[in-house]
């Protein structure tokens, strides 16, 4: 029997090629799982999804999601120090950030880093923003907290020269740390560490 021979399974592994991050060796093993479920809880699974599409938007300020219908938890904390920002990839390492309990400011999320062999350029980012926030809200000191590749630093790089006639304090990881790692591998002392022993950029 050929995949053709069932056209609606066909066409579920089809819709599941288009999530990313799901391996193509897994596809069928979780087309089995859906059809397998009862229909209640596939029913149930399709609302959660919903739900959360229809409930949560990104901040317009630092890019991390946040409920609706509440004021984004960093920007409007007054516990944090909003002048210091740590700038991450994605929200995944905001979230490894958070698991330290350690760091006390705010973050900017970009949305990736700049990847040119991807086609991923600065204005694909929320870099424009990023610069927009420090001019405009005295921002004193940015954290680079991106991954410890050569894309990573060239996307540092990129965003220190944009700001390079602001008096700022642009800070990175720590030294020591493996190449090629991100913060979302590292486990919660690491990512303590190199962030409380952060160096000028
Ligand atoms: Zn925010």
């Not at 996307?155 to 790692?181: F, H």
Request: aromatic letters at 8%.
């Amino acid at each position: 029997m050929m995949l053709h021979d069932v056209p609606s399974i066909a066409q579920l592994i089809k819709s599941l090629q288009q999530v990313p991050y799901l391996a193509s060796k897994n596809l069928y093993r979780v087309a089995e799982h859906f059809l397998e479920l009862d229909e209640r809880r596939l029913e149930q699974f399709c609302a959660v999804l919903l739900h959360a599409k229809d409930n949560v938007v990104k901040c317009s300020t630092c890019f991390c999601w946040q409920e609706k219908e509440r004021n984004c938890s960093f920007c409007f904390a007054e516990k944090r120090e909003q002048q210091i920002v740590c700038v991450v990839e994605s929200w995944q390492e905001l979230l490894a950030v958070e698991q330290t309990k350690g760091y006390t400011g705010v973050y900017h999320v970009l949305g990736g880093i700049i990847y040119p062999l991807e086609g991923v350029g600065p204005e694909d980012l929320t870099i424009e923003p990023l610069i927009k926030r420090v001019k405009d809200k005295n921002i004193s000191e940015l954290i680079f907290a991106l991954s410890l590749t050569p894309e990573g630093e060239a996307t540092s790089a990129y965003i220190a020269k944009k700001l390079d006639t602001l008096p700022i304090k642009i800070t990175c990881l720590a030294r020591g740390l493996p190449v090629g790692s991100s913060l979302n591998t590292m486990d919660r002392l690491t990512v303590f560490k190199a962030l409380s022993e952060r160096r000028p950029f």
